[in-house]
C-alpha cells in the first residue's frame, strides 16, 4: 500500500528499473488544461503555461465558459428579461450563468 502522501489522485505511478528489480516511482501528474463548464470542451485561446503568467479571455465568463457556450447564455438571458422566457425553462446547466447575467 503506498504512503497516504502517495494516495493522492494527482500523483501518477512510475515503474522504474534500478539495480535489475522494479521499484515504483511517484510523480506529480500534469494539470489538465481548462475546460468549459457546460459543454466540457477544451477552452481556446488560454496559455499552455500556469502560474500567475497564465493568460486568459477578457470576455464576459472568459476562462470559464466557451465561446459557444457564451453566445447562448447571452440569447437566454435577452429572452428573460423581454419576457419570452421564464427562469424555469432554462436548463439546470444554463441557470446559473443567467442568473449572473440578469443580477448585473
Ligand atoms: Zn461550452
Do not use: W
Not at 52 to 78: D, M, P, Q
Amino acid at each position: 500500500m503506498p504512503k497516504p502522501m502517495h494516495r493522492s489522485t494527482s500523483i501518477k505511478e512510475v515503474q522504474r528499473v534500478t539495480n535489475k528489480r522494479t521499484v515504483t516511482h511517484y510523480r506529480r501528474a500534469k494539470a489538465s488544461s481548462p475546460h468549459c463548464a457546460i459543454c466540457g470542451n477544451e477552452l481556446n485561446g488560454i496559455s499552455q503555461k500556469g502560474g500567475k503568467t497564465r493568460r486568459t479571455n477578457s470576455r464576459l465568463f472568459g476562462g470559464v465558459l466557451c465561446a459557444k457556450c457564451t453566445a447562448e447564455v447571452i440569447k437566454i438571458e435577452s429572452r428573460v428579461e423581454n419576457g419570452d422566457m421564464k427562469l424555469s425553462d432554462i436548463g439546470i446547466k444554463h441557470r446559473n450563468y443567467v442568473l449572473q447575467l440578469v443580477a448585473h
